[in-house]
T-cell receptor, first 113, second 113 residues
Framework: DQQVKQNSPSLSVQEGRISILNCDYT??????FLWYKKYPAEGPTFLIS?????DKNEDGRFTVFLNKSAKHLSLHIVPSQPGDSAVYFC????????????FGKGITLSVRP | DGGITQSPKYLFRKEGQNVTLSCEQN?????MYWYRQDPGQGLRLIYY???????QKGDIAEGYSVSREKKESFPLTVTSAQKNPTAFYLC????????????FGSGTRLTVV
């Protein structure tokens, strides 16, 4: 049973426009959410996170929104740049001594010049 | 600089041979993880270790083995029992629990011919 779902495998946007990457989760115990960015043949790097006590977190061009009632979060990238082209993984965890991250399958973002 | 190092970057092995992938971290992290990435499959957890001399199977442990004799090191052995060993392997580490995020290595691309 997939607890973190990224239902769209890919997204293509024009440079300068907004990219919206979506993520849904099923486990109500999740209280911390992260986004990772991954280039081919490299390890994922941390991008931005949000705690369940917030509904928005912003870092430069990147904003993550959390809708707990809908069990949905989204990553907004504004404006999108060609260098943002990568695979983006959504991840979730819950408070606990042995909690691990649960990852979605990722979405491939392509930003067209 | 602290970090997590995977070696080698590319590895080729003949079918039927065991091969060991190295993962070393100097972040003083307690927990370490091995993931496998295949196209369209996202990140799948192979093994993880929350403390020295202890480790647990992840979702796809069959055909793999690990050891955790030192806090800094978590080598992964891909055995001949692994039916589809060709993949991109990622090692990660975190503070105890891991729920607040992982630091990933740069990965090892294993090709079995």
């Amino acid at each position: 049973d997939q607890q973190v779902k990224q239902n769209s495998p890919s997204l293509s946007v024009q440079e300068g426009r907004i990219s919206i990457l979506n993520c849904d989760y099923t486990n109500s115990m999740f209280d911390y959410f992260l986004w990772y960015k991954k280039y081919p043949a490299e390890g994922p790097t941390f991008l931005i996170s949000i705690s369940s006590i917030k509904d928005k977190n912003e870092d430069g061009r990147f904003t993550v929104f959390l809708n707990k009632s809908a069990k949905h979060l989204s990553l907004h990238i504004v404006p999108s740049q060609p260098g943002d082209s990568a695979v983006y993984f959504c991840a979730a965890s819950y408070t606990g001594a042995n909690s691990k991250l649960t990852f979605g399958k990722g979405i491939t973002l392509s930003v067209r010049p | 600089d602290g970090g997590i190092t995977q070696s080698p970057k590319y590895l080729f092995r003949k079918e039927g041979q065991n091969v060991t992938l190295s993962c070393e971290q100097n972040l003083n992290h307690d927990a370490m993880y091995w993931y496998r990435q295949d196209p369209g499959q996202g990140l799948r957890l192979i093994y993880y270790s929350q403390i020295v001399n202890d480790f647990q199977k992840g979702d796809i442990a069959e055909g793999y083995s690990v050891s955790r004799e030192k806090k800094e090191s978590f080598p992964l052995t891909v055995t001949s029992a692994q039916k589809n060993p060709t993949a991109f392997y990622l090692c990660a580490s975190s503070i105890q629990g891991g729920g607040y995020g992982y630091t990933f290595g740069s990965g090892t691309r294993l090709t079995v011919v």
